[in-house]
């Protein structure tokens, strides 16, 4: 079983359309993440839900919106997508403590056209 | 504010010759260190971890670190390079001033190119 699933793997869509990735976690973890890596491959963290609470809120366009339905599933929807909105995405979950180690996803690729 | 700093973006070994990964990283406070490995069109995985106690932590597929606190570094190593081992690596640290959010930042990456 996997461990972080993220779907769809790949996304190609139109400009201005809105679009949905979702995100599930079967290690009981309570915190879960959204990193966008960028096509230079920097990773930068973008939200962060602990026990369905939003406790990271990184400066994102508000197009973009979480939902945590509960601590096992994080799900991201993207509004009015843009050509920069192009990216990896990565879904990661752990454990709330000090000893951050994440679990990632395997990401999904967003193609804006 | 917290950042983390990988020397080289791209690292070219021969296969069975030494793996030496940069990382620093600017922190006031000690931070929690990380590797991690990202394979293509794959998720990061983690290597190995410092978060307390001893500096030399040894990690999965032969990958060690050491904690330099005077040196504000956690250099990645391996004596002996695999084939298998060509894949991107990147550094991590908690940001302290996120308090217990756990938020990890990090730096960008190096591609570790292994020769037969």
């Known amino acids: 079983d996997t461990a972080v699933s993220q779907t769809p793997k790949y996304l190609v869509t139109q400009m201005g359309n809105d679009k949905s990735i979702k995100c599930e976690q079967n290690?009981?973890?309570?915190?879960m993440y959204w990193y966008k890596q960028d096509s230079k491959k920097f990773l930068k963290i973008m939200f962060s839900?602990?026990?369905?609470?939003?406790?990271i809120n990184e400066t994102v366009p508000n197009r973009f919106s979480p939902k945590s339905p509960d601590k096992a599933h994080l799900n991201l929807h993207i509004n009015s997508l843009e050509l920069g909105d192009s990216a990896v995405y990565f879904c990661?979950?752990?454990?709330?403590?000090?000893?951050?180690?994440?679990?990632f996803g395997s990401g999904t690729r967003l193609t804006v056209v | 504010a917290q950042s983390v700093t990988q020397l080289g973006s791209h690292v070219s070994v021969s296969e069975g010759a030494l793996v030496l990964l940069r990382c620093n990283y600017s922190?006031?406070?000690?931070?929690?260190l990380f590797w991690y490995v990202q394979y293509p069109n794959q998720g990061l995985q983690l290597l190995l971890k410092?978060?307390?106690?001893?500096?030399l932590v040894k990690g999965i597929n032969g990958f060690e670190a050491e904690f330099k606190k005077s040196e504000t570094s956690f250099h990645l190593t391996k004596p002996s390079a695999h084939m298998s081992d060509a894949a991107e690596y990147f550094c991590?640290?908690?940001?302290?001033?996120?308090?217990?959010?756990?938020?990890?930042?990090f730096g960008q990456g190096t591609t570790l190119q292994v020769k037969p």
């Open positions: 290690l009981g973890h309570d915190t």
């Open positions: 922190s006031s406070v000690p931070p929690y």
């Open positions: 410092y978060t307390t106690g001893a500096t």
């Open positions: 991590a640290v908690s940001d302290p001033g996120s308090g217990n959010t756990g938020k990890l930042i």
């Open positions: 990661a979950s752990s454990h709330w403590d000090r000893d951050y180690g994440y679990t």
């Open positions: 839900y602990n026990n369905k609470e939003l406790i």
